[in-house]
């Protein structure tokens, strides 16, 4: 229909506006700012800090230590591996409403039902560990499901691999 033809374009369209918008209009708030103290250093750094500093699994930071090294130290360069890790997870959402639902304008409100929670949204703009557990979370929420739906020993890693990883993230 139209009304679907609509949303199909205007749902992405409105997702990457969103994406583009705060990283590039504010400055790092403090635990950003502790997240890129975190990184500055060496990879050990990384670990030693992580653990005294934050009380956190280094998982996140050493990830974030990557990108830093090698892309650079920007603010949006840094608060893009959120960006990515929450673009991951629309994709995941709208595979797994897809899946259950089997109507495209279902898994696009989803999507942007997603977009509007204000925890999301924190999760997204931030250089800091929310979006890469959110993203494990709904990788393992999707796995589950096509567990549920067939078994297979890569399913079942996939789902096991997620939730371990979204428990350390």
């Not at 800090?49 to 990830?63: D, E, H, N």
């Not at 509007?116 to 560990?129: G, K, V, Y």
């Not at 297979?152 to 890693?157: D, G, I, N, V, Y």
Request: glycine content about 4%; overall charge positive; aromatic content about 12%.
């Amino acid at each position: 229909t139209r009304n679907e033809r609509f949303t199909v374009v205007a749902v992405p369209l409105l997702v990457v506006l969103f994406f583009l918008r705060a990283p590039l209009s504010e400055s790092f708030w403090l635990d950003e700012t502790i997240s890129v103290w975190i990184v500055s250093g060496s990879l050990q750094n990384v670990i030693t800090r992580t653990i005294s500093f934050q009380g956190q699994s280094p998982l996140y930071y050493l990830l974030l230590w990557t990108v830093r090294t090698c892309i650079g130290n920007s603010e949006f360069v840094l608060r893009g591996l959120s960006c990515l890790f929450s673009f991951v997870t629309i994709a995941v959402i709208y595979r797994l409403t897809l899946r259950m639902c089997e109507q495209r304008s279902v898994a696009l409100l989803s999507v942007v039902a997603l977009l509007c929670a204000d925890q999301f949204q924190l999760a997204l703009l931030n250089a800091r560990p929310y979006a890469l557990a959110i993203c494990l979370a709904s990788i393992s929420v999707s796995a589950l499901y096509e567990l549920r739906e067939s078994f297979s020993h890569r399913k079942a890693l996939i789902f096991s691999g997620a939730v371990v990883g979204a428990w350390y993230a």
